[in-house]
């Protein structure tokens, strides 16, 4: 780290169902000058937050408008069907898109699962948000589908969810504003990406320090002598007596 990062601030943005504590570990220990701000927001208003400078970078769920954004994505997760637990659902190991025909199913609109066609039936109304879409779940009005890890996010003890294999799935990514990719943006990145300490912004490590017999055989023959250097172990010979 630089003198002129010391003081500063890292603000990292995530949305719902990102955990970012293990990526946020390791940049505690390689930057204990520097913490970390977790910003928790909603899925619709993370690209807002980054093009305002609310964030140094935020974890986001594609697809999202990229103008003006660098992202890398990152992994890809399972879509589940959430349903209560007295519903047909629960009963299978997981679902196909052909089950849920019969079933009238919410579409949030923060939803950003991209669907060609979406399942089932169309509920009676979309939902401002995945978390107002599972209370509607949980009093029997629908079904529901999400990644993985808000199901888990959202969890009660009277739903369920089950795996749709062949349903979209939600690709999570770390996104940050193009012309604001500060050396500590590099640093997240190197963090994110699985780089080692010496190489976490991309840098070449710096070679260790040659020994010094090293060094003295590589320094070029001095000019205006052609003296050569005699072996080791090895003896000049004298002048012959006459």
Known sequence: MTDGETGKVFRLAYVPGVTPAKWVNIWTERMPSVPVTLIAVPAAEVVGLLRDGGADAGFVRLPVDRDGLSVIPLYVETTVAVAPKDHAVAATDEVATADLTDDEVFHPLD?????????????????????????????????????????????????????????????????????????????FIGIVRGRTVNSSRGRTPASPAEKPAQRQAQRPAQKGTDRRAVPTGRKRKGNRPR
């Open 111 to 187: 939803d950003t699962i991209e669907w060609a066609i979406r399942p089932g039936l169309p509920a009676f109304t979309r939902p401002a948000t995945t978390a107002d879409a599972v209370e509607l779940v949980a009093a029997g009005s629908g079904l529901l589908l999400v990644p993985q890890s808000l199901a888990r996010l959202y969890d009660r003890r009277d739903l369920t969810y089950r795996p749709v294999p062949d349903a979209p799935q939600s690709q999570v990514a770390l996104a940050w504003p193009t012309d604001a990719t500060t050396d500590l943006v590099e640093d």
